[in-house]
Structure formats: structure tokens, C-alpha cells
């Protein structure tokens, strides 16, 4: 069955840019049914959609966050990535990966999660 | 932008007990909505997609309703292991935007 696992660094300081990756194991990128996306959550708080992007180039992105994020997709290294840039500490959250159905409209699997802290 | 907004933010109950869980979208979705149950410290999971349908493996003791701008979150007969917190999320345009969250307790 189709797995994703986040990696990155854990802390990030100020300004800089915060990179993830979600590696997808037991299945394939390239399905025209799918996106691959990113969702964050500060702690304690609630879910904020960042960004889903086909293997194709299409993408979205949360206008919140459109100006300071990209997200890119590799599906010969079966994985795909999250850059936020310019941080600062209202970006310290859970950051998850997850797959997004085109027909179904939600996220299904997800990856574990990954904290990643903005501090000095 | 389509805001969601569930109610009620958190709810005690017992186990045995029927919860149900209501998200309103600010304008109408058709049935592009999914709930998720997340567990402390882990991620959430898709319990129902499309307003009603319930994802492979979830119990039937979940159950989801509604179209338009109301929507329904139904447990019946609660078990220990659904203690944990409820996210609606709508799919009929971009935002995204997912609910407040809903919090089951023990009563």
C-alpha cells in the first residue's frame, strides 16, 4: 500500500528557507488521478492547506502562502518537495505530506508529520 | 474563498453514545466535502470523502450527510478509540480550507 514519510530539518531560523521532502514507497507518481500536497498544522491549533501539485506542473497553492512557497514533484526519485521561504516563528508546525485525489477531493494517505521550529 | 465552520468545538460523551458533528460551508459545496479523525500525535485520517461515502476500512458506525452548505458527522455507539478530534474539509474550490476541528471527550 501506498506509504509517505517527511523528512527534514527540524529547526529553521528566521528569514531562511524551510525545505521538507515526502518520499512515496508502494505506489507510482505518475497517476493522472492524483496530486501530491502539503498541509501544516501549529501546535495545539488546526489544519492549514498549503499547496498540491501534479506530476504534469499543475499546481495550487493556499493564497496565503502562494508569494513564499514552491512545490515541486520528481517522480523518478519517487518523491516530492515542500520550500517555504522567508520564515518566521507563525511557521513553526507539523508539516505533512499526503496524496489528493482529483475525483475524491481529500487527502488520503498521509505521511506522519514532521515539526519543524522557527528559532534563532 | 469558501470558510468552514464546525460545531460543536468539542463534545463530551460516553462510550456507547451517538455523536454527531455539523460543519457548514459560507457557501454551497454540492458534496465535495471529507471528515478526518486525528489522534494526539498522530496524523489525521479520511473517515468519509464525498459528503458520504465512507473510505475502505473505517467502521460502519461512522457515517456522513448532507450536500449544499450543511454537512454531518454521525458516530453511533462510540467506542474508546474514537476519542480524538473531527476535521471537515471542502474539495469544491481552491483554497482548500478544512474545518475548526471538533473534539470528542470522555464524558
Known amino acids: 500500500q501506498l506509504q509517505l514519510q517527511e523528512s527534514g530539518p527540524g529547526l529553521v531560523k528566521p528569514s531562511e528557507t524551510l525545505s521538507l521532502t515526502c518520499t512515496v514507497s508502494g505506489g507510482s507518481m505518475g497517476s493522472s488521478d492524483y496530486y501530491w500536497g502539503w498541509i501544516r498544522q501549529p501546535p495545539g491549533k488546526g489544519l492549514e492547506w498549503i499547496g498540491i501539485m501534479h506530476y504534469t506542473g499543475d499546481s495550487y497553492y493556499n493564497p496565503s502562502l502562494r508569494s513564499r512557497v514552491t512545490i515541486s514533484v520528481d517522480t523518478t526519485k519517487k518523491h516530492f518537495s515542500l520550500e517555504l521561504s522567508s520564515v518566521t516563528a507563525t511557521d513553526t508546525a507539523v508539516y505533512y505530506c499526503?496524496?489528493?485525489?482529483?475525483?475524491?477531493?481529500?487527502?488520503?494517505?498521509w505521511g506522519q508529520g514532521t515539526l519543524v521550529s522557527v528559532s534563532s | 474563498d469558501i470558510q468552514m465552520t464546525q460545531s460543536p468545538s468539542s463534545v463530551s460523551a460516553s462510550v456507547g453514545d451517538r455523536v454527531t458533528i455539523t460543519c457548514r460551508a459560507s457557501?454551497?459545496?454540492?458534496?465535495?466535502l471529507a471528515w478526518y479523525q486525528q489522534k494526539p500525535g498522530e496524523a489525521p485520517k479520511l473517515l468519509i470523502y464525498?459528503?458520504?461515502n465512507l473510505q475502505s476500512g473505517v467502521p460502519s458506525r461512522f457515517s456522513g450527510s448532507g450536500s449544499g452548505t450543511d454537512f454531518t458527522l454521525t458516530i453511533n455507539s462510540l467506542q474508546p478509540e474514537d476519542f480524538a478530534i473531527y476535521y471537515c474539509?471542502?474539495?469544491?474550490?481552491?483554497?482548500?480550507?478544512f474545518g475548526q476541528g471538533t473534539k470528542v471527550e470522555i464524558k
Open positions: 457557501q454551497t459545496i454540492s458534496s465535495f
Open positions: 474539509q471542502q474539495a469544491k474550490s481552491f483554497p482548500l480550507a
Open positions: 499526503a496524496r489528493f485525489g482529483s475525483s475524491s477531493g481529500c487527502f488520503d494517505p
Open positions: 464525498s459528503a458520504s
